[in-house]
């Protein structure tokens, strides 16, 4: 397994759980109901004071919602209970950089379902299945029930409250049925999907459980075939570079930030240079690094200087703090000034913000005018382009000859906040309003400029099929 896919597999294991995680031992209860609560009172502080998009969070009081949450907290019946709890509270301010993952260890006893879906029109589709159900399950059944409820409602009731982003439609995008949305389980609580499929407009009834890879051997047949389905079900997610003569595109898939990003499109860069037109596909990336952009942004900006997003931070001053709360508290409404109101009453309601004047408003590109790509460029994306990718096309968006297609991005900007907890749990708190190079507030994802469901392009294994495919929906949506 390549160092880059590895990496998006544990990025997917941990970011997109919804479940419980194991307790340190085997054991259900390490952390105390006091722990738990004080654990909580550090979440609950520094999303107070540090989450940059509450104004985001229509009809969710934070205050309200933590008193709430107390008691649940406090009621949790085990370490897994507990670490769900604090993951679904932090899933209420719907935001892609805001979540917990669990311990380090925990990883080791965690389960998930081992197939994959897809949408057909409104029905669920079984896509992918490990070898190692042995036919109970098979690619091409639409499911009808799930644990007693229909797809959606299970989607809705199981998947959705545990899943992280800032626009509806990403986490529905994110949340599917299967491995790749489904909540992580965990080995002791034995859990299965008991579900009515439709097999050859036959009916049939199927179980299958969660599987674990620590349940098997390295060496037994029973891991090999786990091991192979996560190679299949990431397939199309994999880098990837096609090219078609005849329409005069040039095709890369690049599937996460990481030094990979880089690598891999200038060893294609020679190759891309010799075609009119670009497809960039950047769905299901799940971001990384920033810095592994850059030099891409530089070969597909065609400008001298290439401008930066924007963003802006929440902000804490006690002395202006106090200044407010006594006009507040003891003078007559009337009698403050307006002046006084906006220099000190952002800061008692937490609602100050400030821009972030150490990052750059732009930076110098580096690379000649002779080398950098002067075709059309089209960006594919969808809620599972995320953090760094997003980055990547506000800043590429600049380029008057870009077009973005596909579906609004997951809106998992800026920095997150990281703090871990004594229980090793670790948790996120985005910290950026983020502003694209025109300062419009893209906080809650990117619109693309063309909208349409790609979902079915993105999941072809063949990357030449795929090219072709996106090309058809370039000529069809853009107009080429």
Same mark, same amino acid.
């Given at each position: ?161 545990? +899943?992280?982003?800032? @626009?509806?439609? $990403? %986490? &529905?995008?994110? !949340? ?8 992580? *389980? ?125 963003? +802006?931070?929440?902000? @804490?001053?006690? $002395? %202006? &703090?106090?200044? !407010? ?8 409404? *009337? ?146």
């Amino acid at each position: 397994m390549n160092r880059v896919f590895s990496k998006n597999v544990i990025i997917t294991l941990l970011l997109i759980f919804g479940g419980v995680i194991a307790a340190q031992d085997n054991s259900l209860n390490t952390i105390s109901p006091e722990q738990k609560l004080y654990e909580f009172s550090v979440i609950y502080r520094e999303l107070y004071y540090n989450f940059a998009n509450m104004d985001n969070c229509h009809g969710i009081d934070i205050d309200s919602l933590y008193r709430e949450y107390i008691p649940v907290i406090a009621r949790t019946k085990d370490d897994y209970d507990y670490f769900r709890t604090a993951h679904r509270f932090l899933c209420m301010f719907g935001n892609g950089h805001t979540y917990c993952i669990p311990p380090d260890y925990a990883t080791q006893n965690s389960s998930r379902p081992m197939f994959t879906t897809k949408r057909v029109g409104k029905n669920v589709v079984v896509d992918k299945v490990c070898k190692i159900y042995g036919g109970k399950i098979k690619s091409g059944d639409e499911i009808l029930t799930i644990n007693g409820m229909t797809p959606d409602e299970y989607m809705e009731k199981m998947l959705l409250p545990y +899943t992280f982003a800032s @626009n509806i439609e $990403a %986490k &529905k995008e994110m !949340a599917q049925i299967g491995f790749r949305g489904d909540c992580v *389980s965990f080995k002791h609580e034995n859990k299965r999907l008991d579900m009515t499929v439709k097999r050859k407009n036959m009916e049939e009834k199927v179980s299958v459980p969660f599987i674990s890879f620590s349940d098997y051997p390295t060496d037994s047949e029973q891991y090999r075939q786990i091991y192979d389905f996560y190679n299949t079900a990431y397939a199309a997610s994999a880098d990837a570079f096609a090219t078609d003569k005849k329409n005069d595109f040039a095709y890369i898939k690049l599937a996460a930030c990481y030094e990979q990003f880089d690598k891999f499109f200038f060893e294609n860069y020679d190759n891309i240079a010799k075609y009119k037109n670009l497809i960039v596909d950047l769905s299901d990336n799940r971001g990384g690094g920033g810095q592994y952009t850059y030099n891409v942004l530089s070969a597909l900006v065609d400008r001298d200087t290439i401008l930066s997003t924007r963003s +802006t931070t929440k902000i @804490n001053n006690s $002395a %202006k &703090k106090a200044k !407010a709360s006594s006009r507040i508290y003891y003078w007559n409404d *009337s009698t403050v000034s307006r002046e006084e109101k906006d220099m000190f009453y952002p800061f008692f309601y937490n609602n100050a913000f400030e821009a972030i004047d150490w990052l750059p408003e732009y930076y110098v590109n580096e690379i000649p005018d002779s080398l950098r790509y002067k075709g059309n460029i089209y960006l594919i994306v969808n809620g599972c382009t995320v953090s760094a990718a997003e980055s990547f096309v506000a800043m590429l968006a600049q380029n008057p000859k870009v077009k973005i297609l596909g579906r609004q991005t997951n809106g998992a900007l800026g920095q997150p906040l990281v703090n871990e907890l004594p229980s090793g749990m670790k948790f996120y708190i985005d910290t950026y309003k983020t502003l694209d190079t025109k300062g419009i507030d893209i906080s809650k994802g990117i619109q693309p400029d063309y909208y349409c469901d790609l979902t079915d392009i993105c999941l072809i294994p063949n990357p030449k099929e795929r090219l072709r495919r996106y090309i058809e929906v370039v000529k069809q949506q853009a107009g080429r």
